[in-house]
C-alpha cells in the first residue's frame, strides 16, 4: 500500500498506468515521470512502487521485460497492455466522477 | 476471464519465483543505484517480501516455513513425537476401521451408475391391492414393452439352496436369473461367460452356474474351476463363470451361486411346491433395470403406466388392475442379526459411538502431552512474540505441528485398520446364518478422506486448547519472569489435571462396557442347557431339499434313524424338529382340554373336551420328536412313557403329546398332568383334535435368548411332517464325539446321496457356533480392545501430566529436602495428589458406566445393568494403573538432589 506518497489507496496504480501510457519505461524513470509530471508535487518512493507495479503484473495491466537502456544498464522496462488501457480509462472515468462530486460538495458546503 | 488468467499469471509466477524474485532485486538495487545511493546500501529485503506479497503466496510460504519448523521441533524430541503418533494411529485407527465397515456395507455404491438402477415393482387390483412379484411372461411383455426406457431389464428369484462343493453341504443362498442380469449391474465376471438366452428359457434345465468371487477363492482361485462341478440341491452344476469381486447384486449379502433361470426348477422346496416357471399366473420373480442414461423419469413413469394397462387389457383375469412403479432397490442390510430392530440399532449406534470415544480418550491424552511441552516450549514463544510473531501466527505454528503429528498417525491408522477391518468382516462372515457373499470393504476415496476428517478434527481437540493456553498469555512477561517462579502458577496443571480426570472417566466406561461383553460371553458359554450337552451330536438334514414330498421324506428320516442307530459307539439315536439352539422355533399356544374328569377321557364326554379354557393358554415350543428324544438329550422321564414304535408312523390312532414339566406347571399348577388332554389354539383340521399327555420329561432351555425354563410340547413323528429335521445322536461312555463326525458325515451321505447333511456337529460346538454367542464374542472381542487401548492411554495421560508436575517442582521439592523433609513424605504427597484426580475421574466413569450399562442391558445375554464386579474390576484395574503411572515421577521427586535443584534455574 502507498504509505508516503499520501496518494488514496489504488491511485498509485492509476498514476502508473497513466504515466505507461505513452511509452513504456523503467522503473525509476516511471518514479521521475510522475514526480515531474506532478509538478514535483508527489514523490514515489520504491517501497510503494514496486508493490504496485507487481499487482499490475499480476492483474495483467502492465508487461515487463529487460532491455538497455541509454546508459548501457540492464533496466526492467514496463509496458502497458490493451487491458490495463481499459483499466486505465475505467479509472479515470471514475475518479473523474468522484472528484467533481467531492468538488461540488466542497463548493456548496 | 480475467480471474482466470490471473491465477495462470499467479501459478506462472510460483513456478519460476525464484528467477522473478532475482529480477525483482537486481532491479530494484538498479533504482537506489539510479537515485544516487552507494551500492549495498539499505536492505531491499523488507521492500521485496512486500513486493512479492502482491502475488498472494504469503500463506503457502508460511506454510511451508511452519511445516518446516514443526518437523525440526519433531525431530529434536522423537520420544514425544512417537508417542504422539502412536497413540494418534491407535485412535484414528479404530475410527477408519469402523468407518470402513460402514462404508462398504451401508455408503459405497453396490455397482456403478447405481443411480440408473431401479426395481420394477407391480401391483394388482383389490380388495385388497397388494404388491406382487412378476411372472416370467409378465416379465418378458414387460421387458419387449420398455425398450425404450431400459438398456436392460432383468429378472431374479433368490432362494436357499444345500450348496456341496465338495466338503459337507450347506445352506446357501442362491439366485435364478435372466441372462442378462450382470449387465444391469455392469459387472463384468471375474473369471468365464454370462448366462445364455438359451440357458434362460424355461425348463431348458441346462445345469450351468456362475459362483461368487470368495467361493471361487475358497475352491483354490484357480482358473481350472471353471468347467468344475458343483452340486445345488440334488443336482450337478457346471461352473460357466465367477462374479467379479465384492459383487453382491443389489443387497448385502449377496448369493454364493446364480443359476440361470431356465435351471429354477432344482430350486424349489418345501414352501414353493413345482410349478412351471413360464405360467403366467405364477409370480416369482422380481424385476431390476437398468434406465437407459437419457431416460427421462416422467416419460419412464409414463411408459410403465402404458405397459400395465397392455398387460392389463390382454389378460384380464390375471393382471386385473395391474399397476407398475419403480423405486430404487431396497434392503440394502439383509439379515441384520435375530434381535429386534431396536436392539441392533443400539448396538449399531453403539459401535459407531465406542471408536468416537476412545479417539476423544486419545486427544485428551495428547493435549495433555502438549500442556507438558508447553513448559519447554513456553520460553521459545515468548522469544518469537517479542520479536513480532503475532498471536495467530504462534497459533497456527502450534496448529500446524498438531496436524502434522495427526496425518502421520492417520498414515499409520490407514494401515493398521485396513488390515484389522478385512479380520473383523472375516469374523463377521460366520455370524451370518447361511454362506453368502459380502461386499468388498477396502479403501477407497470415502476411506481416505474420512482419515482425513478425523485427523483434522482430532487436531482440533487436542491442539486447539493448549494452543490457546500457551499464547495466550502475556509472553513478554513470561520473558522476563524466572522460568523457575512457574510452579507458583499452576493454571497449566489445573487443566492437565482436567483432562486426566476426563481419561479416567472415559476409561472406566470402556472398560466396564467391555467387561459386560465379556461376563455375557462367559455367560452364553458356560449356560446351562438342561440336559447333557457332552457325548452329543447333530445332523441337520432336509429332504425337501431333493424335492421329496411328505412320504418320501419321512422314509428319508426313518432309514437314518435307523442307519445312524447300527454305527458303532453310537447309543441312542432320534430325530426332532426344533431341539434347543438349532434356532429353528415353531411355536403353539396349548391350552388344557376337556372339563375336570378329564382324566378319565373315555368316560368324559365330547362336548367336554371341546370345552376349551382358552384364557389358560401357554406359548409353548412346539416339537415333532423320534423315540427315545429323553433318553438321547439325558433326560429323566418324570412320569408317563415315551413314544412307541407305531406312534411314528402317520394315522396311528389317538393323538398323543409329551410336555415338560414347564408346560405341566403353567397348564395345571400343583396337580398331575399325566392323561389329561390339551389342544392346540392356533391349528386347523385334524391337527386341532385334543392330545392326551402320555409322557412329562424335564424342561430345557431352548435358547440363550428365551427364559429358562421355557414351555415345550412334544408330538411323535407320526403326528406331523416337516421335512427339516435335527437327528440327534448320543455316543456310548468313553468314545470321543469329535472322532465320530467323519464316519457320521459319511453314513449320512451313503443312506440316501440326494439328501445332504446341512451341518455334522458337537452339541457344544453347535451352542457355540450359535449366532448369538458369536455376536456376543465379537461384541467382547471388540470393546475390550477398545478399552485395552483406553486403558494403555490413561496410564499414559497420568504418566504424563504427574512427570510435568514434578518436573516444574523440582525446585521446591530440593527446598524442602535441604530443609529436612523426609523424601516418603513428598512420595506421599505427590502419590496422594495422584489419587485424588483418580478418584474423581472414578467417580464420575462410574456414572458414566451406570449409563452405558442401562444402554447395554437389553442387548446383552444373561447381564444386568448394575454389574458390580465388572464395576469394581475396571476400576480397580484403573487405580491400579494410575498410581503406578504417578510412583514413577513420584520416586523421581524422593530421588531430587537438593543442591543441584536450587542451582538449576
Known amino acids: 500500500m502507498p504509505r508516503e506518497t499520501g496518494l488514496p489507496p489504488g491511485t498509485l496504480m492509476m498514476l502508473v498506468l497513466r504515466v505507461l501510457k505513452t511509452q513504456p519505461l523503467h522503473g525509476y524513470a516511471i518514479a521521475q515521470r510522475i514526480h515531474l509530471l506532478s509538478a514535483e508535487q508527489l514523490r514515489v518512493e520504491e517501497g510503494s512502487l514496486y508493490p504496485a507495479l507487481q499487482k499490475l503484473l499480476v492483474k495483467g495491466w502492465v508487461k515487463a521485460a529487460w532491455r538497455a537502456s541509454e546508459s548501457g544498464r540492464q533496466v526492467r522496462e514496463y509496458r502497458i497492455t490493451p487491458a490495463g488501457r481499459r483499466q486505465l480509462e475505467a479509472e479515470v472515468a471514475e475518479y473523474r466522477r468522484m472528484a467533481s462530486a467531492i468538488g461540488v460538495l466542497l463548493d456548496e458546503a | ?905
Open chain 2, 1 to 905: 476471464m480475467a480471474i482466470i488468467g490471473e491465477w495462470i499469471r499467479r501459478l506462472g509466477y510460483l513456478l519460476r519465483r525464484r528467477a522473478l524474485e532475482d529480477e525483482l532485486r537486481q532491479e530494484m538495487e538498479a533504482h537506489r543505484a539510479q537515485m544516487g545511493e552507494p551500492p549495498g546500501f539499505g536492505n531491499t529485503l523488507r521492500l521485496r517480501e512486500e513486493a512479492r506479497d502482491a502475488w498472494g503466496w504469503r500463506w503457502l510460504d508460511d506454510l511451508v516455513q511452519d511445516t518446516r519448523f514443526a518437523c525440526r521441533m519433531l525431530r529434536r524430541s522423537p520420544g514425544f513425537a512417537l508417542t504422539a503418533i502412536v497413540t494418534l494411529a491407535l485412535g484414528i485407527g479404530v475410527n477408519i476401521g469402523m468407518f470402513s465397515l460402514v462404508n462398504g456395507l451401508l455408503l459405497r455404491p453396490l455397482y456403478e451408475d447405481a443411480d440408473e438402477v431401479v426395481q420394477v415393482r407391480s401391483r394388482t387390483a383389490g380388495p385388497p391391492a397388494r404388491g406382487r412379484a412378476f411372472s416370467y411372461p409378465n416379465y418378458r411383455d414387460l421387458q419387449e414393452g420398455t425398450t425404450d426406457i431400459f438398456a436392460n431389464l432383468a429378472a431374479a428369484d433368490t432362494g436357499f439352496v444345500g450348496l456341496d462343493v465338495g466338503e459337507t453341504p450347506r445352506r446357501a443362498m442362491a439366485s435364478a436369473v435372466t441372462a442378462n442380469y450382470f449387465q444391469v449391474f455392469a459387472a463384468p465376471l471375474a473369471h468365464g461367460r454370462f448366462f445364455t438366452t438359451e440357458e434362460e428359457r424355461p425348463g431348458a434345465a441346462i445345469r450351468v452356474a456362475i459362483i461368487s468371487y470368495p467361493l471361487w477363492e475358497q475352491l483354490g482361485a484357480d482358473p481350472s474351476t471353471l468347467g468344475r462341478l458343483v452340486r445345488i440341491n440334488r443336482e450337478y452344476f457346471t461352473v460357466v463363470g465367477v462374479a467379479r469381486q465384492g459383487f453382491t447384486g443389489t443387497s448385502i449379502p449377496g448369493p454364493e451361486v446364480w443359476l440361470p433361470l431356465g435351471a429354477r426348477e432344482t430350486f424349489s422346496t418345501e414352501d414353493r411346491p413345482e410349478r412351471p416357471v413360464d405360467a403366467r399366473e405364477v409370480h416369482e420373480l422380481s424385476v431390476v433395470g437398468r434406465l437407459r442414461s437419457d431416460t427421462r423419469i416422467e416419460n419412464a413413469v409414463a411408459v410403465l403406466a402404458t405397459v400395465g394397462r397392455r398387460l392389463e387389457q390382454a389378460f384380464p383375469s390375471i393382471n386385473a388392475g395391474y399397476s407398475l412403479t419403480m423405486s430404487k432397490p431396497s434392503a440394502r442390510l439383509m439379515f441384520m442379526p435375530t434381535a429386534g430392530t431396536g436392539e441392533t440399532a443400539r448396538l449399531v449406534l453403539l459401535l459407531m459411538l465406542m471408536p468416537a470415544v476412545v479417539l476423544l480418550v486419545a486427544c485428551l491424552n495428547l493435549a495433555d502431552l502438549l500442556l507438558a511441552r508447553g513448559h519447554v516450549r513456553r520460553q521459545e514463544l515468548a522469544i518469537r512474540s517479542s520479536l513480532g510473531g503475532g498471536r495467530w501466527r504462534l497459533t497456527r505454528q502450534l496448529l500446524t505441528e498438531g496436524l502434522l503429528l495427526s496425518l502421520a498417525g492417520g498414515g499409520i491408522a490407514l494401515l493398521l485398520s485396513a488390515w484389522a477391518t478385512k479380520e473383523l468382516l472375516a469374523s463377521l462372515r460366520p455370524l451370518l446364518p447361511v454362506a453368502v457373499t459380502l461386499p468388498d470393504v477396502s479403501l477407497d476415496w470415502r476411506v481416505l478422506l474420512g482419515t482425513m476428517a478425523f485427523s483434522l478434527l482430532a487436531t482440533l481437540v487436542f491442539a486447539a486448547a493448549p494452543a490457546v493456553a500457551l499464547t495466550g498469555r502475556a509472553a513478554a512477561a513470561d520473558l522476563k519472569r524466572h522460568s523457575g517462579n512457574e510452579g507458583r502458577r499452576p493454571g497449566g496443571v489445573r487443566i492437565g489435571n482436567v483432562l486426566v480426570v476426563g481419561q479416567i472417566a472415559l476409561s472406566l466406561l470402556l472398560l466396564s462396557s467391555g467387561g459386560l461383553f465379556m461376563m455375557s460371553a462367559i455367560g452364553a458359554t458356560n449356560v446351562d442347557p438342561g440336559f447333557r450337552l457332552d457325548g452329543g451330536l447333530i445332523v441337520q438334514v432336509d429332504p425337501a431339499l431333493a424335492r421329496y414330498d411328505e412320504s418320501r421324506g419321512r422314509q428319508a428320516h426313518l432309514t437314518l434313524i435307523d442307519r445312524l442307530r447300527g454305527v458303532p459307539g453310537v447309543e441312542a439315536v432320534t430325530i426332532g424338529s426344533s431341539p434347543p439352539f438349532t434356532s429353528s422355533g415353531d411355536s403353539r399356544d396349548v391350552a388344557p382340554a376337556g372339563g375336570a374328569d378329564a382324566r378319565s377321557p373315555f368316560g368324559a364326554a365330547q362336548g367336554d373336551r371341546e370345552r376349551v379354557e382358552r384364557s389358560r393358554s401357554v406359548d409353548a415350543v412346539f416339537s415333532v420328536v423320534g423315540r427315545d428324544y429323553a433318553r438321547v438329550l439325558g433326560l429323566p422321564m418324570l412320569g408317563g412313557r415315551d413314544f412307541s414304535d407305531a406312534e411314528m408312523a402317520p394315522g396311528s390312532g389317538e393323538r398323543v403329546a409329551i410336555i415338560d414339566d414347564a408346560l405341566a406347571e403353567r397348564l395345571w399348577p400343583g396337580e398331575d398332568a399325566l392323561g389329561r388332554w390339551i389342544q392346540f389354539l392356533d391349528a386347523k383340521g385334524p391337527e386341532a383334535r385334543p392330545l392326551l399327555v402320555v409322557g412329562i420329561i424335564p424342561a430345557v432351555k431352548h435358547s440363550l435368548g428365551t427364559p429358562r425354563p421355557y414351555p415345550h410340547v412334544y408330538v411323535p413323528l407320526g403326528q406331523h411332517y416337516e421335512s427339516a429335521m435335527t437327528l440327534l445322536l448320543r455316543v456310548a461312555e468313553g468314545q470321543d464325539e469329535r472322532a465320530m463326525l467323519g464316519p457320521i458325515g459319511r453314513v449320512v451321505r451313503d443312506v440316501d446321496e440326494r439328501v445332504p447333511a446341512l451341518s455334522v456337529a458337537t452339541w457344544r460346538d453347535h451352542l457355540n457356533a450359535g449366532l448369538d454367542v458369536r455376536i456376543i464374542r465379537v461384541g467382547a472381542g471388540v470393546f475390550s480392545a477398545f478399552g485395552g487401548i483406553a486403558l494403555l492411554l490413561a496410564i499414559l495421560g497420568v504418566y504424563g501430566v504427574k512427570s510435568y508436575v514434578v518436573s516444574r517442582r523440582t525446585r521446591e521439592f530440593g527446598i524442602r529436602i535441604a530443609i529436612g523433609a523426609h523424601p516418603r513424605a513428598l512420595l506421599w504427597q505427590v502419590l496422594r495428589e495422584g489419587g485424588r484426580i483418580t478418584t474423581i475421574g472414578i467417580g464420575i466413569g462410574l456414572l458414566l458406566a451406570l449409563g452405558a450399562g442401562q444402554f447395554l442391558q437389553g442387548i446383552l445375554y444373561g447381564v444386568k445393568s448394575i454389574e458390580p464386579v465388572v464395576l469394581v474390576t475396571a476400576a480397580l484395574i484403573l487405580v491400579a494403573a494410575s498410581l503406578l503411572a504417578s510412583y514413577i515421577p513420584a520416586l523421581r521427586a524422593t530421588g531430587v538432589d537438593p543442591t543441584v535443584a536450587l542451582r538449576s534455574e
